[in-house]
């Protein structure tokens, strides 16, 4: 019986490497999850989530939150952090002309590159340097200090999502429009969620042309500035809410190992004992027919209730 199932988890490995050597399964698209993998091969639960390991240990797969586990688009060499080299009088050195091409744009894209791939907590000064191969304190004479940093990071991403210049005729599609860019732009850089504060704004200039196209739809049909302003601030709470979980469900898994769908068969069993009292009835019909998390089927539902919820202000207003 063992025999049969390290055969059976071999064959899977096998069959899906072969896939994604082949192009079949191309950098992005996501791979079978361990419960369809359980239902196609008829194997334990165990064996798909062994699968699913073999392939990230082997760096051909990796987790994305919210989405699954998909295929990994094959990496640039990473050239290892060297030493900044100190020019002696009188001697050559390539320690001038790397400094001299050290730019406030070159850092703050190694910033995002660090914190787009490795998290916000991973972000220094000594984790920038090293990405640019310089001296630490170089990067002094372009930004004050991390946080300093942090600002020109935000500011950057967000001027790179620029809004269209004509915004859609009708009030829903316009707002539509500009929350489905956010999230977008919170989905491409996970950490950008939880940087951001609605209680203590950051004073982020491209992120202002995303406020004025959001009030100035809301005031146009009728709300007070007031109330249409309370209306944004409801719409982009919500929509950094649901993109908290991005960097979140990142950190988690980089501390246990296990993708959300992983962790979550490991605790099928306590749930499951929980449910078998009978005391839940609904969420035991629910957890036999299965649910699969999904953030952008979560966002999309949920942008749309608010919308609905919108909907009798800003039409009742237009026909008064």
């Known amino acids: 019986m063992g025999g ?5 988890y071999g064959q899977i490995v096998d069959e899906l490497r072969r896939r994604i050597e082949s192009g079949e399964l191309a950098p992005g698209d996501r791979v079978p999850s361990t419960r369809e993998i359980t239902r196609r091969w008829g194997v334990a639960m165990a064996t798909a989530t062994k ?38 009088p009188g001697g050559s050195s ?21 914190a787009d791939t490795e998290g916000l907590a991973a972000l220094s000064m000594r984790r920038v340097a090293a990405e640019l191969q ?17 600002m020109r990071m935000m500011d950057g991403v967000m001027a790179g999502h620029p809004l269209p210049a004509d915004a859609p005729a009708g009030w829903r599609e316009a707002i539509e429009l500009a929350a489905r860019q956010l999230w977008d732009v919170f989905r491409r850089h996970p950490w950008l969620a939880p940087a951001l504060s609605v209680t203590r704004p950051q004073m982020i200039t491209s992120a202002l042309p995303y406020s004025e196209w959001m009030l100035a739809t809301l005031h146009a049909r009728g709300l007070d ?9 409801m719409l982009f709470n919500y929509t950094r809410g649901v993109a908290v979980n991005l960097e979140t469900e990142r950190e988690a898994q980089a501390h246990s190992g296990l993708d959300s769908e992983e962790w979550m068969d490991t605790q099928e069993p306590a749930l499951l004992a929980v449910l078998g009292t009978g005391r839940f009835p609904a969420l035991s019909r629910l957890a036999s027919a299965g649910y699969e998390l999904d953030l952008d089927a979560l966002f999309e539902f949920g942008l749309q209730r608010l919308l609905d919820g919108l909907a009798p202000l800003l039409d ?3 026909a008064g």
């Open 4 to 8: 049969q199932a390290v055969s059976r």
């Open 94 to 114: 390539d320690a001038s002309s790397v400094q001299a091409a050290l730019t406030l744009g070159r850092i703050v894209g190694a910033a995002v590159t660090v």
């Open 316 to 318: 009742g207003s237009s």
């Open 225 to 233: 500035l007031q109330s249409a302003f309370t209306a944004h601030l």
């Open 134 to 150: 310089v001296a630490t304190m170089s990067l002094y004479r372009h930004v004050a200090d991390k946080d300093d940093l942090l």
């Open 51 to 88: 699968v699913l390991s073999e392939l990230r240990r082997e760096g051909m797969v990796h987790a994305v939150p919210g989405v699954g586990t998909v295929v990994t688009a094959p990496s640039r060499p990473v050239r290892p952090a060297r030493p900044a080299i100190t020019a002696r």
